[in-house]
């Protein structure tokens, strides 16, 4: 299990200082040796021998209890690493006492004690570990020349020393220091280069074009889900090692024909793609493809079209209707006071455009107010009541259209605009089907928790070749129509988060509205 991390410091901390502790149990054994084959010689003044095995035993036994606190990790980081060097500090002094002519040499070891003090609590508390070792060390010869064993001229030695342990102590508090902002750089500048991984990664996964990274030999190094769905890839693909032959022949064989800044047309089940080659400057000669969808890209061209065309004509057709009711107007006057047959035709024609001008005004008008939706409740008896008004206002007899939905359904749509979507739907019906009875058929049903309204006909249906233009714009095979009924219907379907299409009939036309029903 891994060991829960302290505030303040890292995992790095507490393994240096596990090496820390590692050389100290090193030196304790490395004393421990020295006692045992060399406390009866002369290296050690009279009776000290047995001193400095006992004082390098504690040393090796204090070395051993820390080791636990390391793996505990307790008490605190600092605390920790204070107590071992205040240990360093007073056991080299114990046995700096037990011989004169290991002194020199067991004093130096202080320094290493204190350069890895600095390095490892990052330069904290460097100079005061120093402090301390030079107190010691003086006190340590200050008792000895008390004691006779040392002469005053030994300070001069002592105090070299002493400058060292601060020299050391400073020069590990500058490196850490520095070692320390340099790390703190890495670290941001590797978050930021997580951070743009991440973005990328996002852009990469939502963009609505696939991206394929593909080296000189072929060999895919990387395959946006967009880019596997576009060439209708499902086997999984291995970076690195699947060549992109195993999945888009055609594909691999024109990318090493296509040149930087060239394009090509690529058809796949899913879709036509236009192909552009974005080369990587690699010594692979790696290079991305972008894969387009010709569709999207033609829709997202109509979609700002239509929004242009939409903004022009809502201008248009608000300057329009004042003339256009004056004209109106004058025609009904003009159709009252005459008496001429050929007048009266005259006058009739001018009523019938100015009718056939308003109502395309009206349906723009319509069109350019679709987002201001206000929805509400509608039944199986709401929606009859609605179908048999515009059935009258169409003059279309009572049995020519037949109705068949369930008694239950309930769902939720703005009723201004479903009755401009009926009212086309109908209008179109009648005017195509063999006005009889049970000419148009209105049914309704339930799929899961959507609901279909379907409207056909009996007439002659819609030639193949204009189904595709069936909710273009402007686009009518009626010379009276004024081509944007079904587009209108369709853009209020959206508006309301439902959807109408053209369904194939083996005779007449067919209409489905589908949308989401409500309890």
């Known amino acids: 299990m891994p ?28 004393l421990v040796f020295t006692g045992l084959i060399f406390s009866d010689s002369d290296l050690f003044r009279p009776d000290a021998g047995e001193r400095f095995k006992a004082y390098a035993y504690t040393y090796l036994i204090i070395a051993a209890l820390f080791v636990l606190g390391i793996r505990a990790r307790w008490p605190g980081f600092q605390i920790q690493l204070t107590a071992h060097i205040t240990a360093d500090i007073f056991f080299v002094i114990l046995l700096m006492a037990t011989s004169e002519r290991l002194a020199g040499g067991l004093g130096l070891l202080l320094v290493i004690s204190i350069a890895s003090g600095g390095l490892v609590g ?11 070792a030079s107190i010691a060390l003086l006190l ?22 002493c400058a060292g342990y601060f020299a050391i102590g400073w020069l590990a508090h500058t490196l850490t220091k520095r070692a320390l902002h340099s790390e703190t750089l890495a670290q941001q500048q590797a978050d930021e280069l997580a ?48 060549p992109l032959q195993d999945y888009s022949p055609e594909l691999a064989r024109l990318a090493q024909q296509l040149s930087p800044g060239t394009t090509f047309t690529l058809n796949t089940p899913a879709a036509q793609l236009r192909v552009r080659c974005i080369p990587l400057a690699t010594p692979d000669n790696s290079r991305v493809l972008v894969l387009e969808d010709q569709s999207q890209a033609e829709q997202a061209a109509q979609r700002l079209k239509l929004a242009a065309l ?13 003339p256009l009711s004056a004209i109106s107007h004058a025609a009904q006057l003009l ?40 929805p509400v409740s509608f039944d199986a008896a709401a929606l009859t009541a609605l179908i048999d008004e515009l059935r009258q206002t169409e003059e279309i007899p009572a049995d020519a259209v037949i109705v068949s939905m369930p008694d239950h359904m309930r769902f939720q749509f703005d009723s201004d605009h479903l009755r401009q979507i009926l009212w086309n739907l109908l209008r179109n019906a009648w005017r195509f089907s063999h006005k009889q009875a049970g000419s148009i058929r209105f049914s309704a049903t339930i799929v899961g928790d959507s609901l279909q309204f379907e409207i056909a006909d009996d007439g002659p249906g819609v030639a193949s070749e204009h189904r595709g233009n069936l909710f273009e714009p402007f686009f009518t095979t009626d010379a009276q129509g004024t081509g944007l ?35």
Not at 197 to 222: F, K, M, Q, T
Not at 310 to 322: Q, S, V, Y
Not at 336 to 365: G, H, S
Request: hydrophobic share 40%; aromatic share 6%.
């Open 3 to 30: 060991r829960p991390p302290t505030p303040g410091y890292f995992a790095s901390h507490w393994r240096s200082l596990d090496y820390f502790n590692l050389y100290r149990l090193t030196l304790a054994l490395a």
């Open 122 to 132: 990052s330069g904290r508390l460097s100079l005061l570990y120093a402090a301390m």
């Open 140 to 161: 340590q010869h200050g008792f000895s020349v008390l004691g006779g064993s040392q002469q005053l001229e030994g300070y001069f030695q002592i105090g070299l020393l």
């Open 195 to 242: 951070l743009l991984n991440r973005i990328n990664a996002l852009a990469i996964e939502n963009s609505p074009d696939g991206l394929l990274a593909v080296r000189g030999d072929g060999i895919v190094r990387h395959a946006s889900p967009r880019a596997l769905a576009l060439l209708s890839v499902t086997t999984p693909l291995k970076p690195g090692i699947t």
């Open 310 to 322: 939409g903004r022009l004509t809502a201008n248009i057709a608000h300057e329009i209707r004042n």
């Open 335 to 374: 159709h009252e006071d005459t008496q001429a047959p050929a007048q009266a035709r005259l006058t009739a024609i001018i009523e019938n455009n100015a009718r056939r001008l308003d109502r395309l005004v009206e349906e723009v008008l319509t069109l350019n107010r679709r987002d201001r939706l206000n």
């Open 485 to 519: 009924g079904l587009f209108l219907a369709r853009e209020l379907a959206e508006a309301n988060h439902a959807a109408l299409d053209y369904v194939p009939a083996s005779g007449g036309a067919c209409f489905r509205l589908s949308l989401r029903g409500s309890e």
